[in-house]
């Protein structure tokens, strides 16, 4: 395994315990699976690669949090503006591992 492939497995695996510590609809503590939200991890771990900005890669968790049930008239202005915090500082801490391991 060359060093960019274990890079990319590491970033995941950061990326999958982030998602799963987050667990932002309480799924996993409620007993779902760990990768009930790989969609999202995915969001985020293209986002990182592709350099994407914060921006693009926030509303992408977004729409997939759609994807879950989140409906963002219902939940109102706050809690949207909480979630978009949240997202943001997750994507803070993971670019954080990120720069640690360069």
Same mark, same amino acid.
């Given at each position: 395994?060359?060093?960019?492939?274990?890079?990319?497995?590491?970033?995941?695996?950061?990326?999958?315990?982030?998602?799963?510590?987050?667990?932002?609809?309480?799924?996993?503590?409620?007993?779902?699976?760990?990768?009930?939200?790989?969609?999202?991890? %995915?969001?985020?771990?293209?986002?990182?690669?592709?350099?994407?900005?914060?921006?693009?890669?926030?509303?992408?968790?977004?729409?997939?949090?759609?994807?879950?049930?989140?409906?963002?008239?219902?939940?109102?202005?706050?809690?949207?503006?909480?979630?978009?915090?949240?997202?943001?500082?997750?994507?803070?801490?993971?670019? %954080?591992?990120?720069?640690?391991?360069?």
């Amino acid at each position: 395994m060359n060093h960019r492939d274990k890079y990319y497995i590491e970033l995941a695996e950061i990326v999958h315990q982030t998602v799963v510590n987050w667990d932002p609809l309480a799924l996993i503590s409620s007993g779902a699976p760990k990768d009930k939200y790989d969609s999202i991890e %995915k969001r985020f771990l293209s986002g990182l690669i592709n350099l994407e900005p914060d921006e693009n890669i926030k509303n992408k968790v977004k729409k997939n949090l759609e994807y879950f049930g989140v409906d963002f008239e219902e939940i109102g202005s706050y809690k949207e503006i909480e979630l978009d915090s949240e997202i943001l500082k997750i994507l803070a801490e993971l670019k %954080k591992h990120i720069a640690n391991d360069e």
